[in-house]
């Protein structure tokens, strides 16, 4: 019948609407799913950059509240409480002012010396100690600070009921705010003297300068006395246990000063951290530093601070931890100082001060430095000007953080920044005038970060990495640079070990392995790769780490023994009889097998020949510098590249001679031949790495401190050797798929032309999956640099920056598990930290994009077939 | 895994045994295609005028099996040196294989197992002591698709000297020109050696490949459908080639077009399942076949 369908069905023709609704449904699935992707990625991105980005922002000197001062003398001293409510100023006379920051209002007024006022005072940064020095050559120590505590609701007066949080009010001799809590917190000035430990100086003589620091036993004071002489007075506390009662003793050093060039008495005195030195400094720039030398105190260095005549010093300050000093002149620079101990120092006790930083500002501004007001926290300084302006400095960084050109209409006099950090109060002759400060992270630059930067007591800039500390007076030096070295050191080592025997495995697997074979070994490396890194990380640390430990020459040996033994055994099967060597030609691998363990024991056996030979015996103490010569080291550098040349040379240029030669010959004396010539190839090898090594080290050049250094348990070598397997079963997976997407019909054309297998894989296969195999190195690569436990189980975490393949280091990623979780939140610490983050995902992002652009180069050439 | 040459992994090709289609009024035809088919002995015809010629490879009682399954049956011919020998017969006989079989590509394949001898020059092809490289070395092969190479036209044309060693730039140009003019492509392709070859038409690829294949000079020249994958344009090309290839290489050639075997080829052998069942001057046998069978297939009765 004509009207019915071939088939019996008729068919519709008009497509379901379920098949259309499904249709629709994954295309908007799809695309969603591809767009929300990309929009994760980017998300983490704007996170990352979202909590880095305050590191880079400036600090700011707010408006200032300014308070008028009838007293026009400068204060010794200046102090303000941590909440901002309040205020002292020690004057000359002894007299104390404790009034209301806000208002100028004086609260009271204390007068511990009415009738004898000091000759000088001391006082300490980070701690309330406070000396006075007195005319009949007494010195008092004392304790002054402020205290809070909170008010018991029965006490507080009724009209307070009504107060703001945060509004601060008189109240007694002192100033309560409410707390949002609805406490109330009384902030009190109180200034304890221990007369009872008042020391004397004999004969006495008038004090005149003095300095103290704190040690953890005791405090030390530094006095100079009119006549001269300088006493170092050291308290050491014990507290009886039993009793609870604390008992002082003291101990002390004093010299007769004798300043050379009949210079009056120094201007100044500092006492560095924990009584270390003794700084002796005139207006004019002259420094004196006084240590102990052989249990002598004596002065070991002078130094000229200014090097110029016509300034002079105006402002001398120790910042927090009384090691660095500032120098601030009459030409407006303020200069860093600090000890540091470089190799030749030239002076008595191996110490050079050295001028590290210089503060400048912003407008090249040259009026006088009159005072420096150093946090107790950290290294920033606020500094006051002659002209009035007050700035901001981070001395480490010298980073001018924020500065205030006309914050007074007088010369500073002094300068506080107050406890948190928040604020800067300075004074002059007619007004106190208190500012908010803006400052979160003022010791963070670009250069900080990427640069070297001069840290104190480092013999000259450097990366450094160290991020905390064990004393409060610790800086953090959150350099980057070492940590982005050790990324690049473990993904070098490691793509060095793994990448050749994961791309050449690859190409045996998918080239020369039997298919049934390889049908099981290929799932077994895909398993490798499902290890969790952390096993790796752990059997690396605690098990290979400990065992190459006491093995060192015998692994450096290794590298050598197992491909010449793979060589030297392809050689010896080519002196097989043919018929033979082809009826076991499916054998071949395991005879490849057996070459291993040869070549194992042979390191095993020449290894401590070789330690003896080439490491003086004891490779670890070669590798310490303390004995051998850098023959060995060359030797072994050589040895390889030395083989490799050999290698190219023989193949490509000698070969071409011998052929003709050798043509005529049967196989086995061809065999035989060929045996020859790879000894004889060997053998010219360790000859001219033996020249080569004899030469080098004749030009006084040495592998140790680059490639080789001091051992550690924990290095390179062994991260190396285990993030390998980590990244091989990756590479060789990819590798592998690559190599055997090849169409069969070029290996065909290849193997129909007479080339062997091996010129089919190297010559056509290779260059054809070579868009592949990028994307293996690339992935590989990528796995190697975001690492994280192998690293930090095998790498020692120790941030030094040395490529040498025996020593550890941190990486980015390592380095963020362990410290992120410690991290405050929000600050400076963290912020780096996650710029650490930041920096990794821009190094794993621009590896990945150069892999995509070139693998899109290599396709485009691949991509007719 | 036998010698080293084996060690290529391969995807083994599947043959399928066609069940034969006699539409032949001729009953003895269709009785002795069925006797074939039931796995009897056949005596191939092969027509004198071979016998006069001198032969560069002799196929002696050549029988090859797929695992179980045979796929040659006691091949015997002898290929004329300097001569076009075609090879046609309905797809399943065998042409592929037998053409496959001399230079051994069939070794990449597992499974594969063979008996009898062939020679090449007086030497044989299958004993133990033959180094396969060497043999293939010999040999030059077109296969049914274009297979350059994904580098320069230049480096495709000299790849058999390449993986001899042969760096001499100007050995290698002058191989690569007469290749390509042997080949029938230098005209087209002269000014730009340089450029990929996966550039090229398929045709263009093809004749590339004929000329890969004559830059190793090679006795035999192996062609496995050289045209099957061409329009009628190249395929006119292609076999004008082959046709002046004649005289300097041997072809052995395998085809489906029979107009394309009588146009190119001076011999022509048929088979059917695994048997060489004619095989004589290509004119003899398109005119005066000695068998039915062979008159049945060339007429397009079966096959």
């Given at each position: 019948m004509p009207d019915k369908s071939f088939t019996g069905v008729e068919r519709r023709r008009t497509t379901r609407l379920s098949v259309r609704i499904i249709d629709r449904v994954a295309r908007v699935l799809i695309t969603v799913g591809g767009i929300g992707t990309i929009l994760a990625v980017l998300m983490i991105m704007v996170f990352l950059i979202w909590v880095v980005v305050p590191l880079f922002t400036g600090g700011e000197i707010g408006e200032g509240a300014t308070i008028p001062r009838s007293n026009a003398e400068a204060p010794l001293r200046m102090g303000v409480d941590e909440y901002r409510i309040m205020g002292f100023l020690l004057l000359r006379n002894g007299q104390i002012r404790v009034y209301r920051l806000d208002t100028g209002e004086t609260i009271e007024t204390l007068t511990p010396f009415a009738d004898t006022p000091p000759s000088s005072a001391a006082m300490a940064r980070s701690s309330p100690e406070v000396a006075f020095g007195f005319p009949d050559g007494s010195m008092v120590p004392g304790r002054m600070e402020f205290s809070s505590r909170f008010l018991d609701k029965a006490h507080v007066p009724a009209e307070f009921h009504d107060m703001k949080p945060g509004e601060p009010r008189r109240f007694e001799s002192g100033m309560v705010q409410k707390t949002p809590e609805g406490q109330y917190r009384i902030q009190t000035f109180a200034l304890t003297l221990e007369e009872d430990r008042t020391a004397r100086v004999e004969p006495p003589s008038p004090i005149v300068r003095m300095d103290l620091t704190i040690k953890p036993t005791g405090p030390v004071y530094a006095l100079l006395t009119e006549d001269s002489r300088i006493l170092i007075r050291e308290a050491t506390e014990k507290r009886n246990l039993l009793t609870g009662r604390t008992r002082v003793t003291w101990s002390g050093d004093e010299i007769a000063l004798n300043p050379p060039g009949d210079r009056p008495l120094p201007d100044r005195v500092l006492l560095s951290d924990g009584g270390r030195f003794v700084y002796?400094?005139?207006?004019?720039?002259?420094?004196?530093?006084?240590?102990?030398?052989?249990?002598?105190?004596?002065?070991?260095?002078?130094?000229?601070?200014?090097?110029?005549?016509?300034?002079?010093?105006?402002?001398?300050?120790?910042?927090?931890?009384?090691?660095?000093?500032?120098?601030?002149?009459?030409?407006?620079?303020?200069?860093?100082?600090?000890?540091?101990?470089?190799?030749?120092?030239?002076?008595?006790?191996?110490?050079?001060?050295?001028?590290?930083?210089?503060?400048?500002?912003?407008?090249?501004?040259?009026?006088?430095?009159?005072?420096?007001?150093?946090?107790?926290?950290?290294?920033?300084?606020?500094?006051?000007?002659?002209?009035?302006?007050?700035?901001?400095?981070?001395?480490?960084?010298?980073?001018?953080?924020?500065?205030?050109?006309?914050?007074?209409?007088?010369?500073?006099?002094?300068?506080?920044?107050?406890?948190?950090?928040?604020?800067?109060?300075?004074?002059?002759?007619?007004?106190?005038?208190?500012?908010?400060?803006?400052?979160?992270?003022?010791?963070?630059?670009?250069?900080?970060?990427?640069?070297?930067?001069?840290?104190?007591?480092?013999?000259?800039?450097?990366?450094?990495?160290?991020?905390?500390?064990?004393?409060?007076?610790?800086?953090?030096?959150?350099?980057?640079?070492?940590?982005?070295?050790?990324?690049?050191?473990?993904?070098?080592?490691?793509?060095?070990?793994?990448?050749?025997?994961?791309?050449?495995?690859?190409?045996?697997?998918?080239?020369f392995l039997d298919p049934r074979a390889k049908s099981m070994v290929k799932p077994t490396i895909e398993i490798m790769a499902s290890l969790p890194s952390v096993v790796l990380g752990f059997l690396a640390a605690l098990v290979i780490a400990p065992f190459v430990e006491d093995i060192v020459p015998h692994c450096l040996t290794a590298f050598f023994t197992i491909p010449i033994s793979l060589m030297l055994g392809a050689y010896v099967w080519q002196l097989l009889p043919r018929p033979f060597a082809i009826r076991m030609g499916r054998f071949r691998i395991f005879f490849m097998f057996l070459c291993f363990p040869i070549g194992l024991r042979a390191a095993a056996m020449l290894g401590p020949v070789i330690e003896s030979a080439l490491f003086a015996g004891d490779i670890?103490?070669?590798?310490?510098?303390?004995?051998?010569?850098?023959?060995?080291?060359?030797?072994?550098?050589?040895?390889?590249?030395?083989?490799?040349?050999?290698?190219?040379?023989?193949?490509?240029?000698?070969?071409?001679?011998?052929?003709?030669?050798?043509?005529?010959?049967?196989?086995?004396?061809?065999?035989?031949?060929?045996?020859?010539?790879?000894?004889?190839?060997?053998?010219?090898?360790?000859?001219?790495?033996?020249?080569?090594?004899?030469?080098?080290?004749?030009?006084?050049?040495?592998?140790?401190?680059?490639?080789?250094?001091?051992?550690?348990?924990?290095?390179?070598?062994?991260?190396?050797?285990?993030?390998?397997?980590?990244?091989?079963?990756?590479?060789?997976?990819?590798?592998?798929?690559?190599?055997?997407?090849?169409?069969?019909?070029?290996?065909?054309?290849?193997?129909?032309?007479?080339?062997?297998?091996?010129?089919?894989?190297?010559?056509?296969?290779?260059?054809?999956?070579?868009?592949?195999?990028?994307?293996?190195?690339?992935?590989?690569?990528?796995?190697?640099?975001?690492?994280?436990?192998?690293?930090?189980?095998?790498?020692?975490?120790?941030p030094i920056m040395d490529w040498s393949i025996f020593s550890g280091f941190r990486t980015l990623s390592a380095n963020l598990a362990v410290e992120l979780p410690e991290a405050v939140r929000d600050s400076t610490h963290y912020r780096t930290l996650f710029l650490a983050a930041l920096t990794l995902f821009a190094m794993t992002f621009v590896v990945n994009s150069v892999a995509e652009v070139v693998r899109a180069r290599f396709r485009r050439k691949a991509v007719q077939l | 895994m036998g010698t080293p040459a084996m060690t290529v992994k391969a995807v083994p090709r599947e043959i399928t045994m066609q069940a034969p289609v006699a539409r032949c009024a001729d009953q003895g035809s269709i009785s002795r295609l069925a006797s074939i088919a039931a796995g009897e002995p056949f005596e191939t015809d092969t027509h004198d005028a071979i016998g006069t010629e001198d032969a560069v490879l002799e196929v002696r009682d050549f029988k090859l099996w797929y695992g179980e399954k045979q796929a040659l049956f006691d091949i015997a011919m002898n290929i004329p040196r300097g001569r076009v020998t075609a090879l046609i017969g309905p797809s399943g006989c065998g042409k592929s294989t037998l053409l496959r079989s001399v230079n051994r590509m069939n070794d990449l394949i597992d499974s594969v197992r063979i008996d009898g001898q062939m020679l090449l020059s007086g030497e044989s092809v299958y004993g133990p002591e033959v180094d396969v490289i060497e043999l293939r070395k010999r040999m030059g092969m077109v296969f049914q698709k274009s297979n350059p190479f994904p580098m320069s036209i230049f480096e495709n044309v000299v790849y058999p000297l390449r993986i001899d060693g042969i760096r001499d730039r100007s050995v290698l140009e002058e191989v690569c020109e007469r290749s390509l003019r042997g080949s029938a492509l230098w005209e087209e392709v002269k000014d730009r050696l340089k450029d990929s070859a996966l550039g090229l038409s398929g045709g263009q690829q093809q004749r590339l490949c004929i000329a890969r294949a004559i830059a190793a000079e090679p006795e035999v020249l192996l062609m496995d459908e050289p045209c099957s994958a061409l329009d009628p344009m190249a395929?006119?090309?292609?076999?004008?080639?082959?046709?002046?290839?004649?005289?300097?290489?041997?072809?052995?050639?395998?085809?489906?077009?029979?107009?394309?075997?009588?146009?190119?080829?001076?011999?022509?052998?048929?088979?059917?399942?695994?048997?060489?069942?004619?095989?004589?001057?290509?004119?003899?046998?398109?005119?005066?076949?000695?068998?039915?069978?062979?008159?049945?297939?060339?007429?397009?009765?079966?096959?």
């Open positions: 002796l400094v005139w207006r004019d720039g002259f420094l004196a530093r006084l240590g102990r030398v052989e249990g002598e105190l004596q002065i070991v260095e002078t130094v000229d601070l200014l090097r110029d005549d016509d300034a002079e010093i105006t402002a001398l300050s120790f910042i927090t931890g009384k090691s660095t000093f500032l120098v601030g002149d009459s030409r407006g620079r303020v200069r860093a100082w600090f000890p540091v101990r470089p190799e030749r120092s030239g002076t008595l006790d191996g110490t050079v001060l050295t001028n590290a930083h210089e503060l400048l500002t912003e407008d090249g501004s040259v009026s006088p430095v009159t005072a420096f007001g150093p946090s107790s926290r950290a290294r920033l300084v606020s500094v006051g000007y002659a002209d009035g302006s007050v700035r901001l400095f981070h001395v480490t960084s010298g980073k001018l953080v924020a500065a205030r050109p006309t914050a007074l209409a007088q010369p500073v006099q002094t300068i506080v920044i107050t406890p948190k950090e928040d604020g800067i109060v300075a004074v002059s002759r007619r007004e106190i005038a208190t500012f908010a400060v803006l400052a979160e992270h003022p010791d963070v630059s670009i250069v900080s970060l990427f640069g070297k930067v001069w840290y104190e007591g480092y013999p000259e800039p450097e990366n450094v990495w160290q991020s905390t500390g064990g004393t409060d007076a610790f800086e953090p030096k959150l350099g980057l640079v070492p940590l982005i070295f050790g990324t690049v050191k473990a993904t070098l080592y490691s793509m060095l070990f793994g990448l050749p025997i994961a791309l050449l495995a690859a190409i045996f697997a998918s080239e670890r103490m070669w590798l310490d510098g303390q004995r051998g010569s850098a023959f060995g080291g060359f030797a072994f550098l050589l040895f390889p590249m030395v083989g490799v040349a050999m290698l190219i040379l023989t193949t490509r240029g000698l070969d071409f001679k011998l052929i003709p030669m050798t043509s005529h010959l049967d196989r086995v004396p061809l065999a035989v031949f060929d045996l020859c010539r790879f000894l004889v190839t060997l053998l010219l090898t360790l000859i001219l790495t033996a020249l080569l090594a004899f030469i080098l080290t004749r030009a006084g050049l040495d592998t140790r401190g680059a490639v080789f250094g001091t051992y550690s348990q924990r290095n390179a070598l062994v991260v190396g050797f285990v993030m390998g397997f980590a990244i091989i079963p990756i590479i060789f997976t990819i590798a592998e798929d690559a190599l055997s997407a090849v169409p069969d019909h070029l290996r065909s054309a290849s193997l129909g032309a007479g080339a062997t297998p091996w010129q089919t894989a190297i010559r056509i296969v290779v260059p054809t999956a070579m868009s592949g195999l990028f994307s293996a190195v690339m992935i590989g690569l990528g796995r190697a640099v975001g690492e994280t436990m192998i690293v930090l189980m095998a790498a020692g975490n120790t | 395929t006119g090309r292609i076999e004008d080639l082959i046709h002046e290839l004649r005289g300097a290489y041997t072809v052995l050639m395998v085809t489906h077009n029979m107009q394309q075997a009588s146009r190119t080829s001076d011999y022509t052998a048929f088979m059917y399942l695994g048997r060489l069942i004619e095989y004589g001057a290509t004119e003899d046998i398109f005119l005066n076949p000695h068998l039915r069978e062979t008159a049945d297939y060339i007429t397009g009765r079966f096959g």
